[in-house]
């Protein structure tokens, strides 16, 4: 049963922190990638960070490198997003979604489009004052 779902966002101040959590089903979690998004109001959805369960390489938007950190728990098929120094335009839902087995697999570079995602999670609000 595939099943992704969400949990940590909140409001902070800017220079805050907030750490996201991603609930996986195995089906959804292995050896697949695994991607946090986010979606400002009235602007498209966009890539924040990603990686392969299975290992590979690990991305990052060029606006959250450095402040953000993606990691992984295979155990309990679980992503997470920790998210340091935030700014008031990191503001946005953000969403964790999954990528098949595709084009990405034979180099393990997930990839950074929306519509290689085959499953989403409903996201979790986050919100940065100034």
């Known amino acids: 049963q595939a099943q992704l779902a969400e949990s940590g966002g909140g409001s902070v101040q800017a220079g805050g922190s907030l750490r996201l959590s991603c609930a996986a089903s195995?089906?959804?979690?292995?050896?697949?990638?695994v991607a946090w998004f986010r979606q400002a109001p009235g602007k498209e959805r966009e890539a924040v960070a990603g990686?392969?369960?299975?290992?590979?390489?690990?991305f990052y938007a060029s606006s959250v490198r450095g402040r953000f950190t993606i990691s992984q728990d295979n155990t309990n098929n679980a992503l997470y997003l920790q998210m340091n120094s935030l700014k008031p335009e990191d503001t946005g839902m953000y969403y964790c979604a999954a990528a098949f087995r595709g084009s990405w697999y034979r180099r393990r570079n997930c990839p950074e489009a929306e519509y290689e995602y085959n499953y989403w999670g409903q996201g979790t609000q986050v919100t940065v004052s100034s």
């Open positions: 195995e089906y959804t979690y292995k050896d697949n990638c």
């Open positions: 990686l392969p369960t299975g290992g590979g390489t690990t």
